[in-house]
T-cell receptor
Framework: GQQVMQIPQYQHVQEGEDFTTYCNSSTTLSNIQWYKQRPGGHPVFLIQLVKSGEVKKQKRLTFQFGEAKKNSSLHITATQTTDVGTYFCAGLGNFNKFYFGSGTKLNVKP | DAGVIQSPRHEVTEMGQEVTLRCKPISGHDYLFWYRQTMMRGLELLIYFNNNVPIDDSGMPEDRFSAKMPNASFSTLKIQPSEPRDSAVYFC????????????FGPGTRLTVL
């Protein structure tokens, strides 16, 4: 069945380094949403992309939706310790099925 | 608005007991989602409702799990009988829509089945 996978599963970076997580779906998605979950917290919405090839920026975060609407990426420039958490992509696939990605856990060393 | 409200926040029970988790979505939101999160399996969508009607329940693990939404302001997730492998954090989330709107998550219920 359709799945949404994210890579890498874990990423450890030094503060100031860049970070990228990739989201890949086996089939086309109507949209891509990104969420961040801090340790011990609940997922919090970051952004949504809807159009093929769309790019959006939020300060140090850049989000892209692939041309085929089957993949997406989140890039963080110059990570800070406040970026620590797990980043999830999510999207609506075929037959009204909503998928959450497997998540990428980011650790930032000061 | 107070956001999505879940109760209880923590639940400890013994294997075989019935467990009921409760959720009050944000007023006016038409969609309600139930998720389960564990270290092993990550965040899993169990079921979601649109206007109180279940749309996709393919994530519900087995017959021991059931979810209801009797009205627009209340939903329950029931596990009967509970097993130790059901131990997890259960999140409820609500949204205005599925295609264009973000999901607002509740604080979660941490369930421990002994």
């Amino acid at each position: 069945g359709q799945q949404v996978m994210q890579i890498p599963q874990y990423q450890h970076v030094q503060e100031g380094e860049d970070f990228t997580t990739y989201c890949n779906s086996s089939t086309t998605l109507s949209n891509i949403q990104w969420y961040k979950q801090r340790p011990g917290g609940h997922p919090v919405f970051l952004i949504q992309l809807v159009k093929s090839g769309e790019v959006k920026k939020q300060k140090r975060l850049t989000f892209q939706f692939g041309e085929a609407k089957k993949n997406s990426s989140l890039h963080i420039t110059a990570t800070q310790t406040t970026d620590v958490g797990t980043y999830f992509c999510a999207g609506l696939g075929n037959f009204n099925k909503f998928y959450f990605g497997s998540g990428t856990k980011l650790n930032v060393k000061p | 608005d107070a956001g999505v409200i879940q109760s209880p926040r923590h639940e400890v029970t013994e294997m075989g007991q019935e467990v009921t988790l409760r959720c009050k979505p944000i007023s006016g939101h038409d969609y309600l989602f139930w998720y389960r999160q564990t270290m092993m399996r990550g965040l899993e969508l169990l079921i979601y409702f649109n206007n109180n009607v279940p749309i996709d329940d393919s994530g519900m693990p087995e017959d021991r799990f059931s979810a209801k939404m009797p009205n627009a302001s209340f939903s329950t997730l029931k596990i009967q009988p509970s097993e130790p492998r059901d131990s997890a954090v259960y999140f409820c989330a609500s949204s205005l829509g599925v295609l264009v709107d973000e999901q607002f998550f509740g604080p979660g219920t941490r369930l421990t089945v002994l």
